[in-house]
């Protein structure tokens, strides 16, 4: 009678944390999702008390981002002629990267930026400094009945993460894609 009473706490704990796993909340972004470097999320974590995107580290000379092309526009650049969006052309892509001063702190500091790109990525055509941390976000511009066209900044709308400490961020920069650079 002893045993299944000490074992019945350690399958519901069990079932919990199968449940949280299970039910951990997707990513959404606002505007163009990235593709490389890629986004990694964390869902609850339970020794640092919080839900937590593990940012890419990168060790490259070359630095290429890449983000999902805009609706009605191929990977490869090609318009899409048979799609709703099909009237939002020529589609073109601006491109801005920030240099952080920690993974979770912005900066004004504009290292790079790129507009009129053709194709959904780009490699970053001059050296970055090395042992920083950068932000970076995409736009799509396009023109729909003559008139110029821009998306918002693409950036994570949710979730936030949560620790045990609050943070506030301004100017939605917490959003912002990021990465490190060894």
């Not at 052309?89 to 801005?96: A, E, F, G, I, S």
Request: proline share 8%.
């Amino acid at each position: 009678m002893g045993r299944p009473i000490t074992i019945l706490p350690v399958l519901a704990l069990i079932c919990v944390l199968a449940a949280c796993k299970s039910s951990s909340p997707s990513i959404t972004v606002f505007g163009l999702w990235p593709e490389q470097p890629p986004l990694r999320y964390k869902p609850y974590d339970f020794w640092s008390g919080g839900n937590y995107y593990d940012w890419p580290r990168l060790d490259a000379d070359k630095i290429v981002l890449q983000w999902a092309a805009y609706p009605g526009q191929r990977a490869e650049g090609v318009p899409d002629t048979n799609s709703f969006f099909a009237k939002h052309q020529p589609v073109t892509y601006d491109l801005r990267i920030w240099r952080g001063m920690s993974a979770d702190q912005f900066s004004d500091d504009l290292v790079y930026a790129r507009d009129d790109l053709v194709n959904p990525s780009h490699e970053v055509e001059v050296p970055l400094s090395r042992g920083c941390w950068y932000f970076w976000s995409v736009r799509a511009r396009f023109k729909l009945d003559g008139q110029t066209r821009v998306t918002e900044w693409s950036r994570i709308q949710s979730p936030m993460p949560i620790t045990r400490q609050i943070t506030v961020y301004t100017n939605n920069v917490y959003g912002y894609y990021r990465f490190y650079l060894y």
